[in-house]
């Protein structure tokens, strides 16, 4: 997982030993719960890459694929808005009759 854009508030030491317990739960220490911001009862993302257990929770992950579609989204461009204009033109033409709305769409299509 690539590293968060900006630091932890709080950084516990790098590494630490943690046990499993019967039922294969593992307590994450206080430190480490402080420093990622999550409280008992919240998720966590987890996945295994190259043979470690990797651990992130859902704000950063947010971040990180905000940051991903970023780099394919000109600056100031909103998809949202982009999204709401399509859905309203395709209402407007669902208001036309079918031939006409079949001739609009090929218009638009073209541009």
Do not use: C, N
């Not at 900006?6 to 943690?18: C, D, G, L, R, S």
């Not at 593992?26 to 043979?51: M, N, Q, S, T």
């Not at 651990?55 to 909103?78: C, D, M, N």
């Amino acid at each position: 997982m690539p590293k968060p854009s900006a630091p932890f508030a709080y950084e516990p030491k790098q590494q630490t030993k943690a046990k499993l317990d019967k039922a294969g739960r593992v307590v994450i220490p206080a430190a480490f719960r402080k420093a990622l911001g999550v409280k008992p009862g919240e998720y966590l993302i987890l996945r295994i890459e190259d043979g470690e257990l990797r651990a992130w929770t859902f704000e950063h992950a947010t971040k990180l694929i905000q940051q991903t579609v970023r780099k394919y989204v000109p600056e100031g461009v909103s998809l949202v808005d982009e999204l709401i204009a399509e859905r309203r033109s395709e209402a407007a033409l669902e208001e036309l009759d079918f031939e006409e709305a079949r001739r609009r769409r090929a218009e638009r299509d073209r541009e």
